[in-house]
Protein backbone atom coordinates (compact mmCIF):
# COMPACT_ATOMS: atom_id res chain seq x y z
CA UNK A 1 0.00 0.00 0.00
CA UNK A 2 2.70 2.16 0.73
CA UNK A 3 4.48 1.98 -2.87
CA UNK A 4 1.34 2.22 -3.99
CA UNK A 5 0.40 5.75 -2.37
CA UNK A 6 4.17 6.90 -3.46
CA UNK A 7 3.38 5.88 -7.04
CA UNK A 8 0.29 8.51 -6.37
CA UNK A 9 1.87 11.36 -4.93
CA UNK A 10 4.72 11.55 -5.92
CA UNK A 11 4.17 12.78 -10.06
CA UNK A 12 2.12 15.22 -8.11
CA UNK A 13 5.38 16.41 -6.05
CA UNK A 14 7.22 16.85 -9.12
CA UNK A 15 3.88 18.73 -10.37
CA UNK A 16 3.93 21.17 -7.20
CA UNK A 17 7.59 21.92 -7.17
CA UNK A 18 7.72 19.94 -3.98
CA UNK A 19 10.72 17.31 -5.35
CA UNK A 20 12.10 20.18 -6.96
CA UNK A 21 12.53 22.14 -3.37
CA UNK A 22 14.25 19.27 -1.83
CA UNK A 23 16.07 18.85 -3.90
CA UNK A 24 17.51 22.11 -3.55
CA UNK A 25 17.80 21.95 0.29
CA UNK A 26 19.37 18.65 -0.55
CA UNK A 27 22.18 20.48 -2.74
CA UNK A 28 22.06 23.46 -0.33
CA UNK A 29 23.69 20.99 2.63
CA UNK A 30 25.88 18.85 0.62
CA UNK A 31 26.85 21.09 -1.93
CA UNK A 32 29.90 19.64 -4.07
CA UNK A 33 30.03 16.46 -1.73
CA UNK A 34 26.89 15.12 -3.65
CA UNK A 35 26.35 15.18 -7.95
CA UNK A 36 23.33 16.16 -9.17
CA UNK A 37 21.97 11.52 -9.46
CA UNK A 38 22.52 11.39 -5.88
CA UNK A 39 20.28 14.43 -5.00
CA UNK A 40 17.70 13.48 -7.26
CA UNK A 41 17.97 9.61 -5.44
CA UNK A 42 18.02 11.17 -1.68
CA UNK A 43 14.67 13.53 -2.72
CA UNK A 44 13.05 10.15 -4.13
CA UNK A 45 14.21 8.27 -1.43
CA UNK A 46 13.16 11.11 1.21
CA UNK A 47 9.23 10.92 -0.22
CA UNK A 48 9.24 7.37 -0.54
CA UNK A 49 9.63 7.12 2.95
CA UNK A 50 6.93 10.02 4.17
CA UNK A 51 3.95 7.21 2.28
CA UNK A 52 5.80 4.23 4.18
CA UNK A 53 5.81 6.03 7.80
CA UNK A 54 1.96 7.43 6.90
CA UNK A 55 0.79 3.67 6.41
CA UNK A 56 3.42 2.99 9.50
CA UNK A 57 1.44 4.81 11.70
CA UNK A 58 -2.18 4.20 10.40
CA UNK A 59 -1.24 0.66 11.42
CA UNK A 60 0.68 1.17 15.07
CA UNK A 61 -1.35 3.84 15.95
CA UNK A 62 -4.62 1.46 17.15
CA UNK A 63 -3.86 -0.28 20.78
CA UNK A 64 -4.01 -4.12 19.22
CA UNK A 65 -0.43 -3.74 17.51
CA UNK A 66 1.56 -2.15 20.38
CA UNK A 67 2.60 -5.57 20.62
CA UNK A 68 3.51 -6.08 17.10
CA UNK A 69 5.01 -2.33 17.84
CA UNK A 70 7.04 -3.08 20.40
CA UNK A 71 8.74 -6.05 18.28
CA UNK A 72 9.27 -3.88 15.26
CA UNK A 73 11.06 -0.83 17.07
CA UNK A 74 14.08 -1.41 19.45
CA UNK A 75 15.16 1.21 21.45
CA UNK A 76 19.22 1.72 21.63
CA UNK A 77 19.90 3.09 25.19
CA UNK A 78 16.84 3.13 27.01
CA UNK A 79 18.42 3.22 30.86
CA UNK A 80 20.10 6.43 29.75
CA UNK A 81 16.82 8.46 30.09
CA UNK A 82 16.50 6.95 33.78
CA UNK A 83 19.86 7.82 34.40
CA UNK A 84 20.06 11.18 33.21
CA UNK A 85 17.11 11.69 36.05
CA UNK A 86 18.41 10.39 38.92
CA UNK A 87 19.04 13.20 41.20
CA UNK A 88 15.36 14.13 40.46
CA UNK A 89 15.51 16.20 37.42
CA UNK A 90 13.63 15.55 34.26
CA UNK A 91 14.90 15.27 31.18
CA UNK A 92 15.01 17.13 27.50
CA UNK A 93 14.47 14.65 24.67
CA UNK A 94 15.72 16.46 21.65
CA UNK A 95 14.99 14.95 18.19
CA UNK A 96 14.27 16.16 14.54
CA UNK A 97 11.66 15.97 11.94
CA UNK A 98 14.00 12.93 10.87
CA UNK A 99 12.95 9.18 10.13
CA UNK A 100 9.12 8.07 11.54
CA UNK A 101 9.57 10.45 14.35
CA UNK A 102 5.42 9.99 15.54
CA UNK A 103 6.56 6.60 15.77
CA UNK A 104 8.95 7.22 18.08
CA UNK A 105 7.05 8.72 20.47
CA UNK A 106 4.80 6.31 20.02
CA UNK A 107 7.51 3.60 20.84
CA UNK A 108 8.42 5.46 23.91
CA UNK A 109 4.88 5.68 25.44
CA UNK A 110 5.10 2.50 26.22
CA UNK A 111 7.90 2.80 28.38
CA UNK A 112 7.70 3.75 32.07
CA UNK A 113 9.75 6.69 31.49
CA UNK A 114 6.97 9.73 32.06
CA UNK A 115 6.85 10.82 28.36
CA UNK A 116 5.53 14.31 27.26
CA UNK A 117 5.88 15.30 23.28
CA UNK A 118 5.63 19.36 23.48
CA UNK A 119 4.19 20.38 20.92
CA UNK A 120 3.79 24.24 20.50
CA UNK A 121 2.17 24.97 17.12
CA UNK A 122 -0.29 27.82 16.48
CA UNK A 123 -4.28 26.54 15.23
CA UNK A 124 -6.07 28.03 13.56
CA UNK A 125 -9.12 26.53 14.92
CA UNK A 126 -9.38 25.74 18.76
CA UNK A 127 -11.12 22.40 17.45
CA UNK A 128 -8.12 21.00 15.26
CA UNK A 129 -6.15 21.41 18.48
CA UNK A 130 -8.61 19.73 20.82
CA UNK A 131 -9.15 16.57 17.76
CA UNK A 132 -5.27 16.51 18.19
CA UNK A 133 -4.89 16.31 22.06
CA UNK A 134 -8.00 14.68 23.23
CA UNK A 135 -8.90 12.94 20.63
CA UNK A 136 -5.76 11.36 18.40
CA UNK A 137 -3.28 11.86 21.31
CA UNK A 138 -5.27 10.63 24.17
CA UNK A 139 -6.37 7.60 22.35
CA UNK A 140 -2.80 6.36 21.07
CA UNK A 141 -1.87 6.83 25.23
CA UNK A 142 0.54 9.81 24.28
CA UNK A 143 0.44 12.87 26.68
CA UNK A 144 1.10 15.97 24.91
CA UNK A 145 1.67 19.34 26.34
CA UNK A 146 0.09 21.90 23.99
CA UNK A 147 0.39 25.78 24.26
CA UNK A 148 0.52 28.65 22.28
CA UNK A 149 3.57 30.79 22.29
CA UNK A 150 7.54 29.95 23.11
CA UNK A 151 6.95 31.40 26.80
CA UNK A 152 4.19 29.02 27.54
CA UNK A 153 5.85 26.13 25.85
CA UNK A 154 9.14 27.04 28.19
CA UNK A 155 6.71 27.55 31.50
CA UNK A 156 5.15 24.34 30.78
CA UNK A 157 8.45 22.32 29.94
CA UNK A 158 9.89 23.68 32.86
CA UNK A 159 6.59 22.14 35.40
CA UNK A 160 7.15 18.60 33.77
CA UNK A 161 10.95 18.56 34.15
CA UNK A 162 10.25 19.63 38.01
CA UNK A 163 8.57 16.69 38.13
CA UNK A 164 10.95 14.05 36.85
CA UNK A 165 9.45 14.40 33.46
CA UNK A 166 10.93 13.48 29.93
CA UNK A 167 9.67 16.22 27.75
CA UNK A 168 10.52 15.40 24.25
CA UNK A 169 10.80 18.64 21.55
CA UNK A 170 11.61 18.65 17.57
CA UNK A 171 13.97 21.09 17.22
CA UNK A 172 15.23 21.55 13.70
CA UNK A 173 13.72 24.20 12.51
CA UNK A 174 14.70 27.71 11.37
CA UNK A 175 13.28 30.28 13.55
CA UNK A 176 13.03 33.62 11.70
CA UNK A 177 11.82 35.45 14.30
CA UNK A 178 13.73 34.81 17.35
CA UNK A 179 16.86 32.76 17.36
CA UNK A 180 20.22 32.19 18.32
CA UNK A 181 22.87 32.29 15.06
CA UNK A 182 24.60 28.88 14.62
CA UNK A 183 26.43 26.95 11.90
CA UNK A 184 24.63 24.63 10.05
CA UNK A 185 25.85 22.52 7.28
CA UNK A 186 29.10 25.35 7.79
CA UNK A 187 26.07 28.01 7.02
CA UNK A 188 24.29 30.47 9.57
CA UNK A 189 21.01 29.14 10.53
CA UNK A 190 18.52 31.12 13.71
CA UNK A 191 17.25 28.05 15.81
CA UNK A 192 14.77 28.06 18.93
CA UNK A 193 17.23 28.58 22.18
CA UNK A 194 14.27 27.18 24.50
CA UNK A 195 15.66 23.89 24.88
CA UNK A 196 19.12 25.25 25.76
CA UNK A 197 17.87 27.85 28.44
CA UNK A 198 15.74 25.08 30.16
CA UNK A 199 18.79 22.70 29.96
CA UNK A 200 20.99 25.67 31.38
CA UNK A 201 18.67 27.04 34.06
CA UNK A 202 16.95 23.76 35.75
CA UNK A 203 20.21 21.11 35.10
CA UNK A 204 18.42 19.13 33.18
CA UNK A 205 20.23 17.11 30.71
CA UNK A 206 19.64 17.03 26.71
CA UNK A 207 19.19 13.76 25.46
CA UNK A 208 19.06 13.41 21.96
CA UNK A 209 17.39 10.73 20.15
CA UNK A 210 16.47 9.49 16.28
CA UNK A 211 14.54 7.06 14.89
CA UNK A 212 16.73 5.38 11.99
CA UNK A 213 14.94 2.58 9.86
CA UNK A 214 16.31 -0.45 9.57
CA UNK A 215 15.24 -3.18 6.63
CA UNK A 216 12.09 -5.62 6.81
CA UNK A 217 9.99 -2.75 8.49
CA UNK A 218 12.14 -2.54 11.61
CA UNK A 219 13.62 1.00 13.35
CA UNK A 220 16.11 1.35 15.90
CA UNK A 221 15.29 4.39 18.01
CA UNK A 222 19.30 5.65 18.86
CA UNK A 223 19.57 7.66 22.42
CA UNK A 224 22.73 9.68 22.56
CA UNK A 225 24.84 10.43 25.56
CA UNK A 226 23.44 13.30 27.56
CA UNK A 227 24.42 16.51 26.35
CA UNK A 228 24.58 19.54 29.43
CA UNK A 229 25.98 22.98 28.76
CA UNK A 230 27.89 24.95 31.21
CA UNK A 231 27.45 28.78 32.60
CA UNK A 232 29.86 31.51 31.64
CA UNK A 233 27.70 34.02 32.63
CA UNK A 234 26.76 35.32 29.19
CA UNK A 235 23.24 34.04 28.83
CA UNK A 236 23.68 34.10 24.53
CA UNK A 237 26.78 32.60 24.52
CA UNK A 238 26.11 29.96 26.75
CA UNK A 239 22.75 28.85 24.90
CA UNK A 240 24.37 29.80 21.62
CA UNK A 241 26.98 26.86 22.47
CA UNK A 242 24.82 24.26 23.46
CA UNK A 243 22.38 24.98 20.92
CA UNK A 244 25.13 24.80 18.41
CA UNK A 245 26.23 20.70 20.44
CA UNK A 246 22.48 19.69 19.01
CA UNK A 247 22.67 21.40 15.79
CA UNK A 248 26.19 19.28 15.78
CA UNK A 249 24.34 16.02 16.33
CA UNK A 250 21.30 16.31 13.67
CA UNK A 251 23.97 17.34 11.45
CA UNK A 252 25.83 13.96 11.93
CA UNK A 253 22.42 12.17 11.86
CA UNK A 254 21.81 13.79 8.67
CA UNK A 255 24.51 13.16 6.71
CA UNK A 256 24.76 9.59 7.33
CA UNK A 257 20.67 9.39 6.76
CA UNK A 258 19.64 12.14 4.34
CA UNK A 259 17.01 10.28 3.45
CA UNK A 260 15.70 10.00 6.43
CA UNK A 261 15.26 13.90 7.11
CA UNK A 262 12.14 16.00 5.88
CA UNK A 263 14.30 18.56 3.88
CA UNK A 264 11.24 20.68 2.91
CA UNK A 265 12.10 23.58 4.79
CA UNK A 266 15.18 25.27 4.59
CA UNK A 267 17.00 25.49 7.54
CA UNK A 268 18.97 28.43 6.42
CA UNK A 269 15.70 30.53 5.85
CA UNK A 270 15.85 33.97 7.32
CA UNK A 271 14.12 37.05 7.02
CA UNK A 272 14.94 39.88 4.56
CA UNK A 273 17.14 42.46 6.02
CA UNK A 274 18.14 40.17 9.78
CA UNK A 275 21.64 40.99 10.77
CA UNK A 276 24.37 39.04 12.32
CA UNK A 277 23.34 39.07 16.09
CA UNK A 278 25.65 40.05 18.72
CA UNK A 279 25.78 38.88 22.52
CA UNK A 280 24.21 42.46 23.38
CA UNK A 281 20.88 42.17 20.94
CA UNK A 282 20.88 38.38 20.56
CA UNK A 283 20.41 38.37 24.27
CA UNK A 284 16.82 38.98 24.15
CA UNK A 285 16.02 36.88 22.28
CA UNK A 286 16.20 34.35 24.89
CA UNK A 287 14.63 36.53 27.60
CA UNK A 288 11.08 35.06 26.64
CA UNK A 289 11.50 32.15 29.37
CA UNK A 290 13.19 33.89 32.35
CA UNK A 291 9.99 33.84 33.71
CA UNK A 292 9.58 30.10 33.51
CA UNK A 293 12.62 29.11 34.82
CA UNK A 294 12.06 30.92 38.33
CA UNK A 295 8.28 28.96 38.76
Known sequence: MANKLFIVIYPLLILTGVRKRIENHIQEAFREEIDAA?????????????????????????????????????????EKINQAKKDGTGVIGLSAHFGNFPLMMLRLSIEDVNMSFLFSKEFVRESMAAMIKDGMMRYAGLNMIMTRGARNAAMASVREIRRSGFVIIIADESRRKRGVEVQFFGRPTNQAPGPAFISLKTGAAMLPLFIVRKKNGRHRIMIEDPVKG?????????????????????EKYVRRYPELWLWVHSPWRKRKGDKKRSGANGASDVTFSRAASDR
Open 230 to 250: ESGGNDYRDIADLTQKRLDII
Open 38 to 78: TTRRYARKTIHNWAVNAFELMFFYHPSNRKNLIAKVEIDGL
